[in-house]
């Protein structure tokens, strides 16, 4: 079936497009920056917590090798 024959399918420049193999998928604008607020909402403050440990690990290392020199 053609999308353009299909009433649930939004309309084309409205929607973005993607070609995947040989079929189209047809996206939402708006769902898809709903769906990217709520991954970045979640995959930021995880990803400044591991920077955080990751730093603060360092730092660790940092401070023990300077104190076994003395």
Do not use: H
């Amino acid at each position: 079936m053609e999308p353009s024959q299909d009433p649930k399918v939004l309309d084309l420049e409205k929607s973005s497009q993607e070609d995947v193999g040989d079929e189209f998928v047809l996206v939402d604008p708006k769902a898809e920056a709903r769906l990217l607020r709520r991954i970045d909402t979640r995959f930021v403050p995880a990803s400044m917590l591991i920077y955080l440990l990751s730093f603060l690990d360092r730092a660790n290392i940092a401070i023990r090798s300077s104190k076994q020199l003395t």
